[in-house]
């Protein structure tokens, strides 16, 4: 009970409540909403239209298909909306010379920087629960089991928080919101792309040196670990599509990373990246910051 | 209540502030004055918590800045040369964000903010979108938000800049009243007059370095001793500046086209005195006025020395 109070008392975060407050007052926010719901819809219209021939019979299998199409949509406006959501939230501050009054009050960096990203991350939470009534085309045909459709909203969440520190990061660094964002789309594009292509070069060489060592051609299970925390094929692999990898717990023949469910690895890694992109951002924001290494005696 | 000491900063190759060193007493209202880029900025910045200086110490009611800088921000009220505001937010939104920044409890907030409004004369504006105010509205509001948790520091810099007549005297006004709080407030300038009306100790930065120090008081007392006279004669005046160097309450006289500037030191009663006495001996004398004393020239002269 003790923890939980404490929660909601350090959720009682002023910049968190003042960005909700801004966000709604923007004339942007309902175009933003119209717009996503816009592709959203008009894609999911499309489909069904396409799969009945116009409007006939419909399947649960197409269901199946209808819902890994949307949740693929969903995430590429995910990668879409959040760097363009948090990469303005500190720089924005900077620009609008509101920030170094911030920080002379008794906000402290934690609070500032987690939220900003609270906030930011409950606006694109915001846009992907006015999408419900979409998914809802896919649960009144069934298809898909609920543990996929809450596996796939964690997704979202976990992949939401990891876009989001690296964002709120970059803002950090950087004084401008525009490079900021540029540079945030570039590392997601390069990362995506990058896993995939660095995971298949480093398994080609790894055949070549078996190949032309003689040694017993043996596969390197670790190797998929570039799959596993690739957003796409992670993705996929939640409905058994892809470079999709089983996993047998228990199974002798296989290593004990080869038995963690991917959905997991990709979760760790990008919890990872937001506690190190967080903790990073609260250490830069500081006007003076504390040095990591000498830890000098207090004067007053 | 500010104590600076050897204070230096360096932003590169440039040295912003070369050893300032500077101590402040509680409830004192400061003139921090000095041309664009002498390092007045800086040092409200370093007091502030925003800068870590190169060297030095600056301490603010007793608390080392950089060590201590959570302590430093409870004691200040700080408004930067530039700021912005949240166009999405009314006067009285603005001033409620700020005070749940400084952890101020909502029902203390209630009672607060009304009464910052009516000290800087926003209360007619209390639901006006910040956006929508005139600049020196929002310097007023923007002085009205360092006050929200009762600081006993403020550190203003330059507020006045950019700010027309009548807004100037509305924010001297304000500025007054603080000094009646017993606020001890730090405040830059580039115009020394400016400052003297409203400030009880006036410092001088040039190139990073304290110049002048002293107390207004000082400044005016100095003033009331050396004025100038401007006489304006019609005839002989070669014969009037000659005259005139025999009184023993001119200290000086110079010559300004078919006028002369006399350096005069009397009292009252020595200068109609002098102006009887030239009536006497019949000088055709066309104007004759009293100049007040250049303010920093007077300034500089009493403080000489200082900071060297």
């Known amino acids: ?300 | 209540m500010i104590q600076i000491q050897d204070l230096r900063k360096r932003y590169g190759r440039m040295e912003a502030l070369k050893g300032l060193t500077l101590e402040l007493e509680k409830g004192t209202v400061f003139g921090f004055v000095g041309p664009n880029g002498a390092g007045k900025s800086t040092t409200m910045s370093i007091l502030a918590t925003l800068l870590a200086p190169t060297s030095g110490k600056a301490y603010v009611g007793g608390y080392e800045v950089t060590k201590h800088p959570r302590e430093v921000r409870k004691l200040i009220g700080y408004m930067p040369d530039f700021f912005g505001v949240y166009d999405n937010l009314t006067a009285e939104e603005y001033l409620e964000f700020y005070a749940a920044n400084y952890d101020i409890p909502a029902a203390r907030r209630k009672v607060i903010i009304p009464q910052l409004l009516e000290l800087v004369n926003l209360n007619h504006k209390r639901d006006a979108y910040v956006d929508s105010l005139s600049r020196g509205m929002k310097q007023r509001l923007g002085l009205a938000r360092c006050l929200v948790h009762d600081p006993e520091v403020l550190i203003l810099d330059e507020p006045a800049s950019g700010l027309d007549p009548r807004a100037r005297i509305e924010l001297r006004e304000i500025l007054k009243e603080l000094r009646n709080m017993g606020k001890t407030i730090l405040i830059s300038s580039h115009i020394l007059p400016e400052l003297a009306e409203m400030c009880d100790v006036i410092g001088v930065i040039e190139e990073g370095k304290l110049v002048a120090f002293g107390r207004v008081d000082e400044i005016y007392t100095k003033m009331r001793e050396k004025r100038v006279i401007r006489i304006r004669l019609l005839d002989r005046l070669e014969e009037t500046i000659a005259f005139l160097r025999e009184q023993p309450s001119v200290s000086s006289v110079s010559r300004e086209g078919n006028g002369v500037a006399v350096g005069f030191s009397g009292d009252d009663e020595q200068q109609v005195e002098l102006l009887r006495n030239l009536a006497a001996a019949g000088f055709s004398v066309a104007s004759f006025s009293e100049e007040k004393g250049d303010l920093e020239e007077i300034f500089l002269e009493i403080t000489k020395g200082v900071g060297s």
Request: aromatic share 14%.
């Open chain 1, 1 to 300: 009970m003790n923890g939980f109070m404490n929660l909601l008392k350090r959720l009682n975060n002023p910049v968190l409540f003042n960005e909700w407050k801004m966000r709604m007052r923007n004339g942007r926010t309902p175009w933003i909403l119209f717009a996503y719901l816009v592709v959203l819809g008009a894609v999911t219209l499309l489909y069904i239209f396409l799969e009945t021939d116009g409007g006939s019979y419909y399947s649960p299998y197409q269901t199946r298909d209808m819902f890994i199409t949307l949740s693929i949509l969903q995430l590429g406006m995910i990668f879409f909306v959040v760097p363009g959501l948090t990469a303005g939230v500190i720089s924005g501050e900077r620009e609008r010379q509101t920030l170094n009054i911030l920080l002379t009050t008794n906000i402290g960096p934690t609070r500032l920087v987690v939220g900003k990203w609270l906030a930011s991350l409950s606006f694109m939470t915001f846009l992907i629960v006015s999408t419900i009534p979409l998914y809802a085309i896919v649960f009144l045909y069934g298809g898909v089991s609920p543990v996929q459709v809450v596996k796939v909203f964690g997704f979202y969440l976990v992949t939401m928080f990891g876009i989001g520190s690296v964002g709120v990061l970059f803002s950090t660094l950087l004084r401008r919101t525009g490079i900021a964002t540029v540079l945030c789309y570039a590392v997601f594009f390069c990362y995506t792309v990058g896993t995939t292509i660095l995971g298949e070069i480093v398994r080609e060489l790894l055949y070549y040196y078996q190949r032309v060592n003689n040694l017993p051609r043996m596969r390197a299970e670790w190797l998929n670990i570039f799959n596993d925390i690739n957003p796409l094929f992670a993705l996929m692999n939640l409905f058994g599509e892809g470079p999709v990898r089983s996993v047998s717990p228990g199974a002798a023949n296989q290593s004990w990373l080869a038995q963690i469910d991917p959905y997991w690895v990709y979760n760790a890694c990008f919890g990872l990246v937001t506690v190190i992109c967080l903790l990073l951002a609260v250490y830069l924001i500081q006007p003076v910051r504390p040095s990591l290494f000498k830890r000098g005696a207090g004067e007053r």
